[in-house]
């Protein structure tokens, strides 16, 4: 049995424990918030109408059969637990110009039929012909990249690619110019190019491999937890406890002991006794374990392309808006919105909020989360990280936050939902404060821009792990998930 200190209480970090715990071994985990979830927060907004429930994070599960191996490689059900109700329209797309919306299913040939409905019959055979290579590409990085550790360009380069699948990865490529050769609608690009959000890059740098992260989703489904997502960490917090795991809330981890190479435990903040361990897995940003938990300036030095963050708008709604669960509304020029979130600091063109950004709407049909005849409205639109640097943009500054929530309301209005009259309160979300609440550097969600290759599972002293967004295989849910499935596998059994 190994003494095993897990710094963090997200989804990754819980998961790693209820695995770890199963397999025998004496598990605590240590968390600097007062709740558990990390970036999978929860707030609530009481009204003399009634309580509004907000997810402030992820709002959609997809490939829940990576849960539902959790939960039974711990002893349980997934759905003793939790409610999961499949979405469809699993996104609604609203583009620039007025035309039909796209909605988005787990149906490859209806949604198909709904893209030739919306934008003819040469786009729906443009996407099958996409569909294809992207089925490839997922079956080539769901057995070669998501279930095993990836620690250096060697591994990735080692790894027993077929020739056909190396042609559908296309190393090199991005997903901009996947798209470019494939779908010869603009139209039906933008819906492609938006998946490299999920990664939290640009998808004029991003990856073409990323098109597996659309075939994930289209292929196995998005799904709702009734409640609201946030009852997944709920979930995991229980089966930890019931697995003897040892869950300490408003405790900070301010060190990693690693003398001679290898982990000796860790230090907490106001406490002078070091708390041991033969192990410690870290659910903590990359960047932060580097920085500040155990400084490596050989493995900081990548990690400086950072991923967007998110600009947060919750809004209390009379009425009813007639919007499906997901929504994107998608402006004129996207190009000009990454030209903004990133910045281009080598031409000295500073990061800034994108004037007109694609705005990402959830509403969720669901009584369990807001008052009757009222809706509750998780706005997010992609925002550059938070700091002075040129990357960057300093959302502490006095009224920014405001006026660029009146300015996403207006542009809202402009692309045809208006719900400035019909609000009971509006909250914002800058980067700042994810920064502050989750400790993730500037508010990027996703540590580093997405790419095939992710800080490492493995920590640079012996017996130290990393697991999380911020890590390999990546960001999202389901990648989390599998990072802790990486992690524990690792570790191995007590026994």
């Not at 996104?91 to 934008?119: K, M, N, Y």
């Not at 409640?227 to 089966?239: E, H, Y």
């Not at 004129?332 to 031409?347: L, M, N, S, W």
Request: some cysteine; overall charge neutral; charged content about 20%.
């Amino acid at each position: 049995m190994a003494r095993i200190v897990v710094i963090g209480a997200g989804v990754g970090g819980l998961a790693t424990a209820a695995r770890l715990a199963v397999s025998g071994h004496e598990v605590t985990v240590f968390e600097r918030s007062d709740t558990v979830g990390g970036k999978l927060g929860r707030h609530v907004h009481d009204t003399p109408a009634g309580s509004f429930h907000f997810d402030t994070g992820p709002s959609l599960l997809t490939l829940p059969q990576v849960f539902h191996e959790l939960f039974e490689a711990t002893g349980a059900k997934l759905d003793e637990y939790l409610d999961l109700t499949p979405l469809d329209p699993i996104v609604r797309h609203v583009f620039p110009g007025g035309g039909p919306a796209l909605d988005s299913c787990a149906d490859p040939d209806e949604f198909a039929a709904r893209i030739g409905a919306a934008l003819g019959d040469r786009a729906a055979a443009d996407w099958r012909r996409l569909w294809r290579r992207a089925a490839r590409v997922w079956t080539a990085s769901h057995r070669d990249i998501l279930r095993r550790t990836v620690d250096s360009p060697r591994d990735l380069a080692a790894l027993a690619w077929r020739l056909g699948d190396l042609a559908a990865i296309g190393p090199g490529r991005t997903l901009r110019g996947l798209g470019r050769s494939h779908l010869s609608d603009p139209l039906l690009r933008m819906l492609l190019d938006r998946y490299a959000t999920y990664t939290g890059a640009d998808p004029r740098r991003a990856p073409a491999a990323l098109v597996a992260v659309p075939y994930a989703e289209l292929t196995f489904g998005g799904w709702y937890l009734r409640g609201g997502l946030g009852t997944l960490a709920d979930a995991l917090l229980s089966r930890c406890l019931d697995l003897g795991v040892t869950v300490r809330t408003g405790e900070t981890v301010t060190r990693i002991d690693a003398a001679g190479g290898r982990v000796h435990g860790v230090r907490l903040a106001g406490v002078h006794a070091p708390v041991p361990a033969d192990v410690v897995v870290a659910n903590a940003d990359a960047l932060t374990v580097y920085r500040d938990l155990l400084p490596h300036p050989g493995r900081l030095a990548a990690l400086t392309d950072r991923s967007l963050a998110g600009f947060v708008l919750l809004l209390g709604v009379r009425g009813d808006s007639g919007l499906a669960h997901h929504n994107v509304f998608f402006p004129d020029d996207y190009d000009a919105e990454f030209d903004a979130v990133f910045g281009d600091p080598g031409r000295g063109i500073r990061a800034r909020p994108a004037t007109d950004p694609t705005v990402f709407v959830t509403v969720a049909d669901d009584p369990m989360v807001r008052p009757a005849g009222h809706e509750a409205w998780f706005v997010l639109v992609n925002a550059a990280r938070h700091g002075t640097a040129p990357d960057a943009v300093d959302w502490r500054r006095p009224g920014l936050a405001d006026a660029y929530a009146d300015r996403i309301l207006d542009v809202l209005a402009a692309r045809g939902v208006d719900v400035r009259d019909r609000l009971v309160f509006r909250e914002t979300r800058t980067p700042a404060d994810l920064d502050a609440a989750t400790a993730a550097p500037g508010g990027s969600i996703y540590g580093t821009a997405g790419g095939l290759l992710r800080p490492a599972n493995r920590g640079p002293a012996r017996g130290l792990w990393l697991v999380g967004g911020s890590t390999h295989p990546g960001g999202g849910l389901p990648r989390v998930t599998l990072s802790a499935q990486i992690v524990a596998d690792e570790i191995g059994p007590a026994w």
